[in-house]
């Protein structure tokens, strides 16, 4: 059965780092986009203290590489493009700071949890389950490594989680919706209007945009300083890590003993376990009672074909639903509890050998065959032995990084160079080169300020610093050359410069083509005015606010004006992302009674939920004022 996970454990990672993103980013990286990011702490390994608690860089990058993916993962092809409108680097921070703030001061209320609740809350998780029981400590331990997580990092954080969760029922339970509100509420979400519009797309300008040297030169004068270059670092630099350092790691006998004894109750122990095959008959929500029944008709018919003496792996392997129906039904060995409660009750108060009677879960029907069961106890020594070696030659070697790395520092003391180090009879180790600013993100390390704080104390070209702590291990730099801060000549950006003004050009003939169409239908109507003008008038479909114009994009910024427009009236030249926009209302209409009724539930639902969330920021705001946070 292990073996069988493991070959679905790339998967299940992908599954769990969407689990530990979720707690990161919806729990505690959603509250806002206020706060600053920079300053002297940024140059250390902690970014912020919250009350003297630290949040140190490991944290905060771990936090903003989750946040990443999670938009990559919303917005796919439209990431590139979202993100130039996020400050996510801000964002995370002061959600991270105000994470604190709120265990803070749950912590002082006397919220707490117990390691129970965080055991159950993970055994309940999918993302640990396989066919409905848990996929045992070592496949978890391995999860949490592939992503850079321990069990106690993990566990910690999913405390976190369940501390924050009765802190935030805390603040909001009182939190109540009337009537009007809810009735206001889906009005408004449900009110649609229908506009004549022009539009004035940008990019149909471009080419009518006629551009001289003298202008383009001017311009570049004038905006120059938004091209001035910052001062960079041009290095050479390698990084010493565990895996390069655990082949040098010698255990002991003693030292295995120690870690198996140290961690037997831990690690090594097995409970009670039962070893089962069963044949499932699912279920689902969709079904009709009518089908149910004919279901369990069957289900109690394989049952006394199996208590009859028919070959139980042959009616699995033919009937049962479950991915274990291609090795019989067999679902390996498992303890109390990490199936399903009426599965697991089933299986563990029967004898081997024993058939049960149908038993229904959450899955559907189950017929159970207990063909082995295991009492509890630790597991020998010498079947742990490899496993724990792997372990500690790790720890160790992440322990042995820092003094590996001091070693290469005295060797480039004594006059060896980079390549020297790298030359070395199966050295392992190779030589990155990188050219960045201090706010840059560095090749093959990302967003670093130690790093950075050590590469731009260097000015002499030949100078090493480090060691220096990245997420790789210990990296060694070598300065290159420093490359000044400069404005680059209008030549060398002139193709992005061109580009950039041609779009200014653009917008400045696409506004004035808009206003001048205002100005003529001021007299008289949109549809009046785009004939006299020679341009295209076009009816949108009735749309809801923050709606979507096929073209255009999204309507939000016409919400606070068209809602409140009368049929004929015209709006104001509105400018979009992509161009502007001249509108006249149509028709609104608003629902009718009957709808609100059938979605009365849902919107009270909705506006609950909005209405918890400005009283958790507003309050977690308020407790800042109460709480040190330095930055």
């Known amino acids: 059965m292990l073996r069988t996970m493991r070959k679905n454990l790339k998967s299940l990672s992908v599954i769990l780092w969407l689990v530990i993103a979720a707690f990161i980013l919806s729990v505690f990286v959603t509250w806002g986009m206020k706060g600053s990011y920079g300053g002297g702490e940024m140059g250390r390994q902690i970014v912020a203290t919250v009350d003297g608690e630290p949040i140190n860089y490991k944290e905060f990058q771990h936090a903003l590489n989750n946040q990443r993916n999670l938009y990559r993962s919303l917005y796919k092809d439209r990431y ?6 996020l400050d996510l680097e801000q964002s995370v921070l002061d959600s991270l700071v105000d994470q604190k703030v709120a265990l803070n001061e749950a912590r002082s209320l006397g919220i707490a949890v117990t390691p129970e609740e965080v055991q159950k809350r993970i055994l309940d998780m999918p993302a640990f389950q396989q066919d409905g029981r848990f996929i045992g400590q070592e496949l978890y331990r391995q999860i949490l490594e592939m992503n850079n997580t321990t069990v106690q990092t993990f566990e910690k954080m999913v405390g976190n989680e369940i501390v924050f969760n009765r802190f935030r029922d805390l603040v909001t339970d009182a939190v109540v919706v009337s009537e009007n509100d809810i009735r206001s509420e889906y009005m ?28 383009l030169a001017a311009w570049y004068e004038e905006h120059q300083e938004d091209y001035r270059e910052a001062e960079k670092r041009e290095i050479r630099f390698l990084v010493v890590d565990a895996r390069q350092v655990q082949d040098r790691v010698e255990l002991t006998d003693e030292d295995i003993e120690y870690y198996y004894e140290d961690n037997r109750d831990a690690q090594f122990y097995s409970p009670d376990q039962v070893r089962a095959s069963h044949i499932l008959l699912k279920t ?6 009518e089908e149910k029944v004919k279901l369990r008709v069957h289900a109690d018919e394989l049952q006394a074909e199996a208590a009859g003496g028919a070959d139980f792996a042959e009616l699995a392997t033919e009937n049962s639903d479950d991915s274990s129906a291609s090795r019989g039904g067999d679902l390996g060995f498992f303890a109390e509890g990490a199936m399903v409660k009426p599965f697991s009750d089933a299986a563990f108060a029967m004898a081997p050998g024993e058939i049960s009677g149908v038993v229904e879960s959450a899955f559907g029907y189950h017929i159970i065959k207990v063909t082995e069961k295991k009492s509890a106890g630790y597991q020998p020594l010498e079947e742990v032995r490899e496993r724990i070696e792997r372990t500690l030659k790790m720890d160790y070697a992440r322990d042995d990084v820092p003094e590996v790395a001091a070693e290469l520092m005295d060797r480039l003391d004594q006059g060896e160079t980079l390549d020297d180090l790298a030359g070395g009879k199966d050295s392992g180790y190779t030589i990155r080169d990188a050219s960045f600013g201090y706010e840059d993100n560095i090749p093959f390390i990302g967003r670093n300020p130690a790093f950075a704080d050590a590469a731009f104390g260097l000015t002499e070209a030949g100078a090493v610093a480090g060691p220096v702590t990245v997420p790789q291990g210990s990296a060694i730099i070598s300065l290159v050359s420093v490359i000044e801060p400069r404005v680059p000549t209008l030549e060398e950006k002139r193709q992005e410069v061109e580009s950039i003004y041609r779009i200014e050009q653009a917008k400045t003939l696409a506004r004035t083509g808009a206003e001048t169409l205002l100005q003529t239908a001021a007299g008289g109507t949109l549809a009046d005015a785009a004939v006299a003008e020679g341009v295209e008038l076009k009816i949108s479909e009735p749309i809801k606010r923050n709606g979507y114009i096929e073209g255009i994009g999204s309507t939000r910024p016409l919400d606070t004006e068209v809602f409140n427009l ?32 059938q979605e009365k539930t849902n ?3 909705q506006l609950e939920s909005s209405k918890r969330q400005l009283l958790l920021t507003s309050t977690i705001s308020e407790l800042r004022k109460h709480q040190e946070v330095i930055r």
Do not use: C, H
């Not at 590139?80 to 409108?85: A, F, R, S, T, W």
């Not at 209007?193 to 040297?213: G, L, M, P």
């Open 80 to 85: 590139q493009e979202m993100l130039q409108n």
């Open 188 to 215: 408004k979400q449900n009110e649609k209007a229908a506009i004549e519009y022009v539009w004035f797309d940008y990019s149909n300008f471009k080419d009518e945009a006629e551009i001289t040297d003298e202008e």
């Open 284 to 289: 689902n929500t969709t079904m009709s009672d």
């Open 566 to 597: 009368e049929a004929g009236q015209l709006g104001q030249v509105t400018s979009l992302p992509n161009g502007e926009l001249v509108y006249s209302l149509k028709e609104r209409s608003s629902p009718d009674e009957d709808s609100f009724q």
């Open 603 to 605: 919107t009270r639902t």
